[in-house]
């Protein structure tokens, strides 16, 4: 008894720490086999279709049982009685046992009596049956068979662990698969967008027009950009700053680097992520002042651009701007803004919950955003 304790505590334990359910149906078929004295023991797993039990696990058995040998749950199985009853069934000799009716790989390794308990995951569902096969007629005691359903006792909720664990590695598996479809589709639909604008721009009849569509492009490209870090990250949840503006101001400054000349960038930006409803509106405002900036404030001169992201009592301050010739009189200082990109400025800036404020002389000009942090 002592040492069958010390056996099962020390199982005990070991199915606590272990995740691979195959090493503890097999470690628990040679324990139990041990401390019992039988030539054979085995885990019988009900399948799927309920219709049948695989040798999952066993000890002592030849190559081509477990694994591999299927039985099935038919009214004249021990097995079967065992499970639907929910209670040990022992058979002390199969030749002479005339309840039941046994497969053929039994009495090929010369088992004479068998011992069947159920394994219950928490719930009472069945997962199954822990079986002990000896060669010679034995007469299980009341101790061996309670021996052998704190074995089973053990096993069902370890089993019904491991099994949530599996379906949870799964789940996830799948729903990586399927954000990484999606955010190559998305990915692909914007370049799709993309293309189709700067095929329009190139057609375009008028001056207007055109830079009507070189704003849409920028602003799409604000949008590739979003994705990109989101696809980066492998998440849906947050968009790293740094990465992002750093990227989106250099890809701004580089297309209109022949109109601008060279324009340098300073960068003060905070290692953080932000939730993508107020990334985007940020990375759009940006988008609009920087692209204002390299068109109107340097006259082909070139200048310098600073951009400044960081978090202060409980709000994300950003901070853009350049040292240009300043907006003409006016200009962005209404509530409403002017133009398309000043319009659009305000718009972003009430849907982040942020009011802009402007400062602007001939020495260049500031735009200042402070918006509630919300992860």
């Not at 692909?188 to 830079?211: G, P, Y």
Request: proline share 4%; net charge negative; aromatic share 6%.
């Amino acid at each position: 008894m002592l040492v069958r304790q010390k056996v099962t505590g020390d199982f005990g334990e070991f199915a606590l720490r272990s995740e691979d359910l195959q090493d503890i149906l097999d470690k628990a078929c040679h324990l139990v086999g041990n401390a019992l004295g039988t030539r054979y023991a085995k885990v019988l797993e009900i399948e799927a279709d309920g219709k049948h039990l695989l040798v999952q696990a066993g000890a002592g058995w030849r190559p081509g049982i477990v694994g591999k040998v299927r039985l099935p749950m038919s009214e004249l199985s021990s097995e079967t009685y065992s499970i639907e009853r929910a209670y040990p069934v022992i058979v002390q000799d199969i030749d002479t046992e005339d309840r039941f009716i046994f497969p053929d790989f039994l009495r090929e390794h010369g088992v004479v009596s068998m011992v069947n308990v159920p394994i219950i995951l928490p719930g009472g569902t069945p997962y199954g049956l822990l079986q002990v096969d000896d060669v010679e007629k034995r007469d299980f005691g009341e101790e061996d068979i309670e021996f052998l359903r704190t074995y089973a006792a053990i096993l069902g909720p370890v089993i019904d662990r491991l099994h949530k664990a599996h379906s949870l590695r799964l789940a996830l598996e799948t729903n990586r698969r399927l954000f990484g479809e999606l955010q190559h589709r998305v990915k692909n639909h914007i370049s799709i967008i993309s293309s189709l604008v700067s095929l329009r721009m190139r057609q375009a009849a008028t001056d207007d027009a055109r830079a009507e569509l070189d704003g849409l492009n920028s602003r799409i490209e604000t949008l590739r950009l979003v994705h990109e870090q989101l696809y980066a990250a492998d998440k849906a949840e947050h968009v790293s700053m740094r990465p992002f503006v750093l990227k989106l101001v250099e890809v701004l400054c580089d297309f209109h680097e022949s109109e601008t000349g060279r324009v340098d960038l300073d960068f003060e930006v905070a290692d953080m992520t932000l939730d993508p409803d107020v990334a985007v509106p940020l990375g759009m405002i940006l988008n609009e002042f920087v692209v204002n900036s390299l068109k109107y404030a340097f006259d082909g001169a070139g200048g310098c651009i600073r951009v400044a992201v960081a978090r202060q009592d409980g709000h994300v301050l950003l901070r853009v701007s350049d040292d240009g010739k300043g907006l003409p009189e006016g200009v962005g200082m209404a509530t409403a803004g002017s133009g398309t990109g000043m319009t659009l400025i305000h718009g972003l800036a009430r849907q982040i919950e942020a009011a802009p404020s402007w400062s602007s002389s001939p020495a260049g000009t500031s735009l200042t955003l402070a918006v509630p942090y919300r992860m």
